[in-house]
Each structure stands twice: as structure tokens, then as C-alpha cells.
């Protein structure tokens, strides 16, 4: 009787920890496709998700925020170049990235998944179509911020 229970919580301990896993991998295959679809900035395959949070903007209904970011193994100097990131400080850029936006303010992102350190910080930037991206030279990491669409 024993061993029919163990056998049978851990099938269902397998079964719970593959959907939590397929439900990881959905989480950034839905960031990556929203992302493409804003932008047609399709996000590296190499860059792997370290952080996501959306949010539902009570106020709109149907309108999403969404703070993504992704880690680089390898520097990925020709995507930069070949999605038009522009290098150099940008105090729109940096105003954006600095609480207290509403959006930003409202979340506890941790503290190494935050744009901060601008004047020692290398990045190159972009902003198309509502999507803010920041890409930290240093860390190899690219945020990308959707205002709500």
C-alpha cells in the first residue's frame, strides 16, 4: 500500500514539475512573440530570459506592460548593429529607465535586472514603436520595456 502511494505522489510530483517547465517555456516564447510583433525585432535565440513581469493595466483594459530581460552569452555586436542601436547616453532613454515611472515603480524588479548606473555603464539603445530597449554593454543584458499594448 506504501509503495503504490510513494509511486503515485511522485508520478504526480514528475507531472506537476513538467508544467511548471512547459509553462516556463511558454512564458518566453509569448514575451519573444510579442516582442516580434510590436517591433519585428526578432530577440536573439542565444539570449537566454533571466526576468519577465506583465502587468495588466487596470485602467485600459486589454493593454499590457511588460519588462523583459535577456542575457547574452556572447556579445551580439551585429544584431545591435543590424537592428540600428544607437550608442551613447540618451536622457529620454534614461529618463524612461528611472523610477518613478508608474510602471516600473509599481513592480520590485531585482535590483540586477534595473538600468541604473548610466554614466559608468556603457549601452546602446532603441526605441520603435511604443518599445523601449536597453542593451548593457557590460553585463551583456538587453531590457526590453512595452508600454502597454
Known sequence: MWKKLVCLLS???????????AGCVNEEASARKRINRLTEIEIPTDAKMEYHYRKDLGFAPGRESQYTVFVFENDPTEWLLEKEFTEGRNEEIE???????????????PDEYLAKDFENDA?????????????SVEK???IVHIQGY
Open 140 to 142: 551583456q543584458m538587453l
Open 95 to 109: 529618463k524612461h529607465f528611472t523610477p518613478p515611472i508608474a510602471f516600473l515603480s509599481s513592480l520590485e524588479i
Open 11 to 21: 508520478v504526480v510530483a514528475i507531472l506537476f514539475g513538467a508544467m511548471g517547465l
Open 123 to 135: 549601452y546602446l539603445w532603441l526605441y520603435t514603436s511604443g518599445v523601449y530597449f536597453f542593451y
